[in-house]
């Protein structure tokens, strides 16, 4: 076995270049839409190394099964949506005139390192595109935690290593357990918004998690 692993010590010991615009499409594609796990992230990038869709085997197996449809039919219809600029995969939340509110249960978590340890839910309004007002409702469990909600430009990440800075904050607030609360946006065109929602450092013990639901809608009006 030396020589084997002789041979896979030399290829690990290299250094990934992750400045290349192609690594650069990859991990955006790991950050952006729904964070569940995966044992494969299907990506569709252009000629560009623009991201233009992302497909989670667990859940394309699963949806196929629900809906009773074929796998190949399945992929076919991501790729024409990818190639089509509908960019399918990259939003947690897509909301348009015949579904202008969708609900979301999740959880947040008192980071144990750091500032922040965010629970990131990508919302997508592209539809709306003469804009209108976006708003959250949400709703904090009975656990421990109280919980801080962010809504930030869709193209920002929320930073982990230190605090939120406010021209990058949308709305916010601050949610004790088992309390309610609104965000409100109002935008001029269609785009991609995150909610993150993270344990207050300082304020709970740390790793320390709380539910939430969030009512998530847009007023097109």
């Known amino acids: 076995m030396r020589e084997p692993i002789a041979r896979r010590r030399e290829r690990e010991g290299k250094t990934f270049d992750t400045n290349h615009p192609l690594a650069q499409a990859?991990?955006?594609?790991?950050?952006?839409?729904?964070?569940?796990?995966?044992?494969?992230?299907?990506?569709?990038?252009?000629?560009?190394?623009?991201?233009?869709?992302?497909?989670?085997?667990?859940e394309f197996f699963d949806d196929n099964w629900c809906k009773k449809r074929r796998d190949e039919e399945s992929y076919l219809i991501f790729l024409k949506e990818?190639?089509?600029?509908?960019?399918?995969?990259?939003?947690?939340?897509?909301?348009?005139?015949?579904?202008?509110?969708?609900?979301?249960?999740?959880?947040?978590?008192?980071?144990?390192?750091?500032?922040?340890?965010?629970?990131?839910?990508?919302?997508?309004?592209?539809?709306?595109?003469?804009?209108?007002t976006l708003t959250?409702?949400?709703?904090?469990?009975r656990a421990d935690a109280e919980g801080h909600f962010y809504l930030v430009d869709g193209d920002n990440d929320l930073p982990t290593t230190e605090r939120v800075t406010k021209h990058m904050v949308l709305a916010m607030k601050w949610l004790e357990p088992d309390e309610t609360g609104q965000l409100t946006h109002r935008f001029d065109r269609g785009q991609f918004f995150k909610l993150g929602a993270t344990g207050c450092y300082g304020r709970s013990e740390k790793g320390s998690t709380n539910a939430f639901k969030a009512r998530i809608s847009v007023d097109g009006t």
């Open 26 to 58: 990859i991990i955006k594609g790991w950050k952006t839409g729904s964070k569940k796990g995966s044992p494969v992230d299907c990506f569709v990038i252009s000629p560009e190394f623009e991201l233009m869709g992302r497909l989670l085997v667990n």
């Open 82 to 132: 990818a190639l089509a600029g509908k960019q399918p995969g990259l939003g947690n939340i897509t909301l348009n005139s015949e579904e202008p509110s969708q609900d979301v249960f999740d959880v947040f978590r008192t980071p144990t390192v750091g500032f922040q340890d965010y629970t990131i839910v990508i919302i997508d309004t592209r539809a709306f595109e003469k804009g209108g």
């Open 136 to 141: 959250i409702d949400i709703e904090t469990g």
